[in-house]
């Protein structure tokens, strides 16, 4: 079964701390792997998207790492701010364009 | 770049009515996505289309659902005789033809309620 699993379910840290929230996924073929990120009654914006032979994409503060040989993928988030409390999902897709998504970490920064 | 359109923000209707929402995805992008989210989940994908033609429905998108992309712009996706468990954030998204590693753009949904 296509399956794409986040961990932990929710985080909280200080403003300033680094974090690194997971993606196990069992999805097959796989096409790329997506982190989107998702404010509170907004849509997901994506951050980064990595390809089968990429092992890291970086995008500002938010570094993905990928491994295809054990389907697992990080985000770290560097420096964290305020503004990053959300919710962050992890995205997998085939050879279609039919992705999988995972239920996302919520991710809450206080000051 | 406008973004993704959605309409209305939000939609509160009694149960057993029909509810009809609208997206109009960024202009040049021929590739359009609906999902649904409910909360604390990830969004569900429900149907895609490629211009005008719906080329994937899940098997979440009950008789109850239909969406079109009449002129392959923008997209209603209606609901019929609307159940509690319809309750949920309906999201839309777009992404351009030919490379599948584009990122999806995302609008911010409707949010439907059902009493």
């Known amino acids: 079964k296509n399956q794409v699993e986040q961990s932990p379910q929710s985080l909280i840290i200080l403003e300033g701390k680094n974090c690194t929230l997971q993606c196990n996924y069992t999805v097959s073929p796989f096409s790329n792997l997506r982190w989107y990120k998702q404010d509170t009654g907004r849509g997901p914006v994506s951050l980064t998207i990595?390809?089968?032979?990429?092992n890291t994409k970086s995008n500002g503060r938010y570094t993905a790492t990928l491994d295809a040989d054990t389907k697992q993928s990080s985000l770290h988030i560097t420096a964290s701010q305020l503004s990053d409390s959300a919710s962050y999902i992890c995205?997998?897709?085939?050879?279609?364009?039919?992705?999988?998504f995972g239920r996302g970490t919520s991710l809450i920064v206080h000051p | 770049d406008t973004g993704v359109s959605q309409n209305p923000r939000h939609k509160i209707t009694k149960r057993g009515q029909n509810v009809t929402f609208r997206c109009d995805p960024i202009s040049e992008h021929n590739r359009l996505y609906w999902y649904r989210q409910t909360l604390g989940q990830g969004p569900e994908f429900l149907t895609y289309f490629q211009n005008e033609a719906q080329l994937e429905k899940s098997r979440l998108l009950s008789d109850r659902f239909s969406a079109e992309r009449p002129k392959g712009s923008f997209s209603t996706l209606e609901i019929q005789r609307t159940e509690q468990g319809d309750s949920a954030m309906y999201l839309c998204?777009?992404?351009?033809?030919?490379?599948?590693?584009?990122?999806?753009?995302f609008g911010d949904g409707t949010r439907l309620s059902i009493l």
């Open positions: 998204a777009s992404s351009p033809e030919g490379d599948s590693n584009q990122p999806q753009h």
């Open positions: 995205v997998v897709s085939r050879g279609s364009y039919i992705p999988t």
């Open positions: 990595m390809t089968f032979s990429e």
